[in-house]
Structure formats: structure tokens, C-alpha cells
Nanobody, 115 residues
Framework: QVHLVESGGGLVQPGGSLRLSCEAS????????MGWFRQAPGKQREMVAQ???????DYAEAVKDGFTISRDASKNTVYLQLNDLKPDDTAVYYC?????????WGHGTQVTAVS
């Protein structure tokens, strides 16, 4: 079973930066999808950024100029660099990893941008 551990959320002022990490563990597996999603209070969960094997990263329109997704395959870890954070970016951020037929979600990490 794939187990995910997220870290890096926090409270920043608008314009600030954070870096989220998500490490997968639980045995040997081949990851073909790594992504970050977010859910703000009263809203549906939405895709923020994703990487599929052998394809360029894909971003939501609202974050493409400020966020960067990357991965370290040797560590089974996906990162999300959040720059120029805005109050609208406030949400719980979840990582999602697909390995073979397995589909795993993290428990979420809170990101808050407020003056």
C-alpha cells in the first residue's frame, strides 16, 4: 500500500512563498502520476498541478505563473513551490500519486495567505 506524507504548509503574508513536499513509501512501485490538488472552505477540490510520466507538467490557469511542480524520482517525492501567494490560494493542499493501479491521497496540509 502506498503511504503519503505531506509537509511544508503554513501561514504567510500575500506575496510570500512556501514549498510543499509529498513523499511516497510502502514498498516498490512505479509511479506514473504525481499531482497536487487543493480544497478551500465551501468549494470543491480542484487540480493545482500535475506531472504524468513522459509529459510536461500541467497547471491550473490560476496558478501557472506562480507555482512550480517537480519530482525527485529517487526519493519518490513530489514538490510544489508556491510563489507570490494570494489570499485566494488559501486552502488545504493534497498530494495524489498513482502507481500502477494504486491511487493514493495524502491527508492534506494547510496553506494560508493572509495579511
Amino acid at each position: 500500500q502506498v503511504h503519503l506524507v505531506e509537509s511544508g504548509g503554513g501561514l504567510v503574508q500575500p506575496g510570500g512563498s512556501l514549498r510543499l513536499s509529498c513523499e511516497a513509501s510502502g514498498g516498490s512501485f512505479s509511479i506514473w502520476f504525481m499531482g497536487w490538488f487543493r480544497q478551500a472552505p465551501g468549494k470543491q477540490r480542484e487540480m493545482v498541478a500535475q506531472i504524468r510520466e513522459h509529459t510536461p507538467p500541467d497547471y491550473a490557469e490560476a496558478v501557472k505563473d506562480g507555482f512550480t511542480i517537480s519530482r525527485d524520482a529517487s526519493k519518490n517525492t513530489v514538490y510544489l513551490q508556491l510563489n507570490d501567494l494570494k489570499p485566494d490560494d488559501t486552502a488545504v493542499y493534497y498530494c495524489n500519486i498513482k502507481a500502477g493501479a494504486r491511487d493514493a491521497w495524502g491527508h492534506g496540509t494547510q496553506v494560508t495567505a493572509v495579511s
